[in-house]
């Protein structure tokens, strides 16, 4: 009898094994993407395709994330936050583009409910789904007052675990320069862990990255399964090692991500 619960017990822990799956997702600040003759859709679209997942961060219009879709094909799904937000000219729109054979769109979260206007660009969350399990990504934009409102990150991830079971919850996006030391209140009370080396340069520029402003953060379910984290550093390979056209053409940041076995 012992040999046969052995048997079961290698057998299921084989069989999940065996089934398991690696997705790749990343947070990628656009630089205010539009409709643009200036920006270089193809290249990317080519970025994009390094990964499983993209949400995307500082869509200036929803034509932007469309023209990017031309290059990618039917394998590719994307999805528009419903309206934009922030302050004055400077609103702003999250997007979500994913691979569909590997993920599927479970619903929008929407926009974190700031009735106390703690941010200048609202949160955003979204749910996904994959043939072993879900995982929720929320989207965060700082503006230049990152202070306070790094102070408010907890508020935010709390009110999304509310609105999702309990499971893999990824925070990531562009933090706009705040300090190791501003998280830490953040991280320590959410049990939150910094998938990357906090000080990664993922701002370009004129010769190479040059500032820590990107980061992605795990929960303790999501920790066990992660296997890699880093920033995309696509210059040298897509934009022909010129990072300040690449500033112009593609985006002054770059995509950060994280590898999970799921």
Not at 4 to 10: H, Y
Not at 196 to 221: C, E, K, Y
């Amino acid at each position: 009898m012992r040999l046969r619960g052995s048997f079961v017990f290698v057998f299921l822990f084989a069989s999940s094994a065996l089934f398991a799956q690696t997705l790749r997702i990343a947070t990628f600040s656009m630089a205010r993407l539009e409709d643009s003759p200036k920006r270089n859709y193809a290249v990317l679209a080519q970025i994009v395709r390094r990964f499983d997942l993209v949400g995307c961060i500082d869509v200036g219009a929803p034509e932007g994330l469309a023209r990017i879709m031309k290059y990618l094909g039917n394998e590719w799904t994307s999805f528009v936050s419903e309206r934009p937000n922030g302050n004055g000219s400077l609103k702003e729109y999250y997007g979500f583009i994913w691979k569909s054979g590997k993920i599927r769109f479970a619903h929008s979260l929407g926009y974190f409910k700031d009735s106390n206007n703690l941010f200048a660009t609202k949160p955003y969350g979204a749910e996904f789904l994959t043939s072993n399990g879900d995982f929720t990504l929320i989207l965060v934009h700082l503006s230049e007052n990152v202070a306070p409102e790094a102070r408010h990150l907890g508020e935010v991830y709390e009110y999304f675990l509310g609105l999702v079971a309990a499971g893999n919850v990824i925070l990531g996006g562009d933090f706009n320069h705040v300090s190791s030391d501003q998280l830490d209140g953040f991280r320590e009370a959410e049990n939150l862990t910094d998938a990357m080396d906090f000080d990664t340069r993922t701002v370009l520029g004129l010769h190479g990255p040059a500032l820590s402003s990107d980061h992605i953060f795990v929960n303790l379910f999501t920790r066990g399964s992660l296997r890699e984290a880093g920033a995309y550093d696509y210059v040298p390979e897509l934009g022909a090692g010129d990072y300040s056209k690449c500033r112009d053409t593609i985006s002054d940041h770059l995509p950060v991500y994280i590898e999970l076995r799921l």
